[in-house]
């Protein structure tokens, strides 16, 4: 079935250092792929998004590149900073074979100042 | 605020009790999810509604969870007979257009702690 492995935490970083987190994935079709954050205390937020091979999802200085060849959705940030501190979550959805969500299992990132 | 009400945001209850919660989607958007998810873990899918039927349900949602999409707008879950094992944090979320691609949008989650 489809799945998502993306890199365990949690991951420490200083302020503006670069961040990578990883995320593979393995499904049937042509699944979309979303980035999701989780802040302390407060519900799961869209963070990016993308929808076919090559597409790019950006935004808040995060990206992303779904990468067919590879089957990969990478997360990353040129220079983080302390309000970043959140879980990350990798996920895919595959209308081709369910309507739901497929999650990774997080990667929390701290980040000091 | 137009995003996904959850209600309440903290429920502690005793073993054996019924709880209910609430979840009030965008009011535009026709399906509506609610997942599970415990410490340390990502999501897990418990069942779908399109406006008001529910067209999937986890094998992860025994006899004693029940959800409702009456209208087609707000859904309740209902558990039944609480067990300590269902502590976790109840997110719903929503998602509208005609692509089933959308992306959901979560409310703030209900937590039950079953004691």
């Known amino acids: 079935g489809d799945s998502v492995t993306q890199m365990e935490g949690p991951v420490t970083l200083s302020e503006e250092a670069f961040l990578t987190i990883n995320c593979t994935y393995t499904?049937?079709?042509?699944?979309?792929l979303f980035w999701y954050v989780q802040y302390p205390g407060e519900g799961l937020q869209l963070l990016l998004k993308a929808t076919k091979a090559d597409d790019k999802g950006s935004n808040k200085g995060f990206e992303a590149t779904y990468r067919k060849e590879t089957t990969s959705f990478h997360l990353e940030k040129g220079s983080v900073q302390v309000s970043d501190s959140a879980v990350y979550f990798c996920?895919?959805?595959?209308?081709?074979?369910?309507?739901?969500?497929?999650w990774g299992l997080g990667t929390s990132l701290a980040v000091n100042p | 605020d137009t995003g996904v009400s959850q209600n309440p945001r903290h429920k502690i209850t005793k073993r054996g009790q019924n709880v209910t919660f609430r979840c009030d989607p965008i009011s535009e958007h026709n399906r509506l999810y609610w997942y599970r998810q415990t410490l340390g873990q990502g999501p897990e899918f418990l069942t779908y509604?399109?406006?008001?039927?529910?067209?999937?349900k986890s094998r992860l949602l025994s006899d004693r969870f029940s959800a409702e999409r009456p209208k087609g707008s707000f859904s309740t879950l209902e558990i039944q007979r609480t067990e300590q094992g269902d502590s976790a944090m109840y997110l719903c979320?929503?998602?509208?257009?005609?692509?089933?691609?959308?992306?959901?949008?979560f409310g703030n989650g209900t937590r039950l702690t079953v004691t």
């Open positions: 996920a895919l959805k595959n209308a081709g074979n369910n309507r739901k969500l497929i």
């Open positions: 979320a929503s998602s509208g257009g005609t692509s089933e691609n959308s992306p959901l949008h």
């Open positions: 499904a049937t079709g042509y699944p979309s």
């Open positions: 509604f399109q406006n008001e039927a529910q067209l999937e």
